[in-house]
């Protein structure tokens, strides 16, 4: 995940189809993040990035 901003005082939730929170990762600085999808099933997930600057919501499939 890459932003043209720095993300500072970041957070970042992912859900799965049924609203389940599956993931979370606090306290991110940074202008670009790796997410590690190992524990995600296939399937529909709403990725939510939260910062002082920024409120991103994006739909994304986990490919292996």
Do not use: T
Not at 6 to 14: D, F, L, R
Not at 36 to 46: H, P, R, S, V
């Amino acid at each position: 995940l890459k932003s043209r901003i720095k993300i500072e005082n970041g957070s970042i939730e992912i859900f799965n189809s049924i609203g389940q929170k599956v993931k979370e990762i606090n306290n991110i600085n940074a202008n670009e993040i790796l997410l590690n999808k190992e524990n995600l099933e296939n399937g529909l997930y709403l990725l939510v990035l939260i910062s002082d600057l920024l409120l991103v919501f994006n739909m994304f499939y986990p490919i292996s």
